[in-house]
């Protein structure tokens, strides 16, 4: 059972990229603005809500998008930008509590239950944070309150202002939750709101008459266990009454890192392809390391033009966190592929982490072991970067004229705990399988 006097609050940027872009370009307020999906291959990271009245969202495709909202401004993202003013909204959260779960750059979990003889109940908190994001970074956010993290999610997002065919309503930027209330407030939304709810076990609900989380929490656990399987069943019956004992998780560790691209051009030569898996490579060592993980089992997904997605992975005796050593685990995976019919989409990733041995016979066989100078290179490379910045020092195989190809963090990046999914948009940690949060 969850503590007693538990409050929660989900705090979520309004629309975030979007109005960090309208700060620098204030004539644009008003209008329909996307970000990302610049290019006929590119998705849309973030649509301000003007956009959102023509069904533009984040994941659609760019082409999808320009045809329903012709006149959209789209603006390249700058996902180092949105990561400095992440860290500015993440100093005003911890003025109120130590007790930060992030989620994503534009939202988190806080446990403010210590701090309310000091600052007021959860929503005089919550209203505190609105305020200093306003006044101090020009931008809103959606704070919802609640007894726990599952029931704050659900409540600011009822809190988010929402757009339709025939306008904006502004939201009520705060919505609480409070002890008792949670079957009254839950039991009216689309069961579609819930936690592992996606299209396959909507269907399955459809098909036995439940359409709200109410209907279904008036089922027999039996019967929801028969249709659902009994890790399902138990899991959405929980929900479906408000239960939710997890705690605010301060530290989290990551389960797998990676990144994935997807190109504007379909790739049909393994040279290209190449160069293109060091770059990648290379991002997803220089994570590695900043945790302080080896990753035993590395990844490789592979899209091609007409869609179709697989992956390949690897598990090595040993965890490894530098890209010669990542390159030569999964470069036999792709060559292992037929490229012939293009590749649109490439992407790596580690997980399975570990320390490293210094027996490596097996490994040796698969990856050539570290010597020290690549260790050495590797921890002169991320000094570099984290004086100069990312664009500053990379693999030669990556210089595109004058410029340094990077891979940056931001909509096509896996982890820090998610698992290869989906083609890009931000995957949000917590969101409900096949819902499309307001943000």
Not at 13 to 33: C, I, K, N, T, Y
Not at 135 to 142: M, P, V, Y
Not at 150 to 161: D, G, N, R, T, Y
Not at 354 to 380: C, K
Request: aromatic share 6%; glycine share 10%.
């Amino acid at each position: 059972m969850a503590p007693p006097h538990r409050t929660i609050l989900h705090v979520d940027m309004d629309a975030f990229f979007v109005s960090v872009e309208l700060r620098r370009r204030p004539e644009l307020r008003g209008q329909p603005v996307v970000v990302g999906g610049t290019g006929n291959r590119g998705v849309v990271a973030a649509a301000s809500y003007e956009a959102r009245r023509y069904g533009v969202h984040s994941a659609l495709p760019s082409a999808i998008a320009r045809r329903r909202c012709p006149h959209a401004v789209f603006l390249p993202g700058d996902h180092e930008l949105y990561a400095e003013v992440s860290g500015q909204v993440h100093e005003i959260f911890g003025r109120y509590t130590p007790l930060i779960e992030p989620l994503s750059l534009d939202e988190a979990f806080l446990d403010v239950s210590g701090a309310i003889r000091l600052f007021g109940e959860g929503v005089a908190i919550a209203q505190r944070i609105r305020d200093d994001v306003h006044r101090e970074l020009d931008l809103t956010c959606s704070v919802g309150v609640a007894p726990n993290k599952f029931l704050a999610k659900m409540a600011s997002v009822e809190a988010k202002p929402r757009a339709k065919p025939e306008g904006i309503e502004p939201g009520a930027g705060v919505v609480e939750v409070r002890p008792g209330e949670e079957t009254s407030f839950l039991h009216p939304l689309s069961v579609r709101r819930l936690w592992g709810v996606g299209p396959k076990t909507y269907e399955k609900l459809d098909r036995i008459g439940v359409r709200t989380i109410g209907d279904l929490a008036a089922l027999p656990e039996s019967t929801l266990v028969s249709a659902l399987g009994p890790a399902s069943g138990h899991h959405l019956l929980a929900l479906s009454q408000g239960v939710d004992s997890r705690p605010v998780e301060v530290e989290r560790d990551p389960k797998s890192i990676g990144h994935e691209e997807t190109y504007p051009h379909d790739l049909y030569e393994l040279d290209d392809l190449d160069r293109e898996l060091v770059r990648l490579s290379d991002a997803v060592a220089g994570r590695l390391r900043k945790f302080g993980n080896g990753a035993k089992t590395l990844t490789l997904k592979v899209r091609f033009a007409g869609f179709r997605t697989v992956t390949r992975s690897v598990t090595l005796p040993a965890g490894i966190d530098t890209a010669p050593e990542i390159v030569a685990a999964v470069k036999p995976l792709l060559h292992a592929l037929d490229v012939s019919p293009g590749v649109r989409l490439l992407g790596v990733s580690g997980s399975n982490f570990g320390g490293r041995s210094e027996q490596l016979d097996l490994f040796s066989a698969m990856a050539p072991e570290p010597a020290p100078d690549v260790q050495r290179s590797s921890a002169a490379i991320d000094e570099i970067r984290e004086k100069f910045g990312a664009t500053a020092i990379g693999p030669a195989s990556s210089i595109s004229g004058d410029k340094l190809r990077v891979v940056r963090r931001g909509a096509q990046q896996w982890g820090p705990d998610q698992q290869p999914g989906s083609e890009p948009g931000p995957t949000r940690s917590g969101d409900t399988d096949g819902t499309n949060d307001p943000n």
